[in-house]
């Protein structure tokens, strides 16, 4: 399995991002995918999650109405926009599978190799 993400990058505080994960080596439809971020000194956290079928999704309370989380079943990608993002939105930020829609990082099977998303205030 392969998680490969990009779209990371430098960007002022109130701008977008969109996070691209393509996956291969798996079933993409039948895993739910979670975004994730670590920021330094900082243990990995939840950001976003969203079910296998696209019809179910999870925020962390801090990126809800600001981050939204897509996904497409035919070309194998799963999304992030990320809009109004702010300095404390700093972090590499990974994408991940399972087979199971959650939101807690130990559930999580397989992990992209990350991306790195830096807000300037």
């Known amino acids: 399995v392969q998680l490969q993400a990009c779209g990371g990058g430098l960007v002022q505080a109130g701008g977008s991002l969109r996070l691209s994960c393509a996956a291969s080596g798996l079933t993409f439809s039948r895993y739910a995918m979670g975004w994730f971020r670590q920021a330094p000194g900082k243990e990995r956290e939840s950001v976003a999650a969203i079910s296998r079928s696209g019809g179910g999704t999870y925020y962390a309370s801090s990126v809800k109405g600001r981050l939204t989380i897509s996904r497409d079943n035919v070309n194998n990608t799963v999304y992030l926009q990320m809009n109004s993002l702010k300095p404390e939105d700093t972090a590499v930020y990974y994408c991940?599978?399972?087979?199971?829609?959650?939101?807690?990082?130990?559930?999580?099977?397989?992990w992209g190799q990350g991306t790195l998303v830096t807000v300037s205030s």
């Open positions: 991940a599978a399972n087979r199971d829609y959650g939101s807690r990082v130990y559930e999580y099977d397989y």
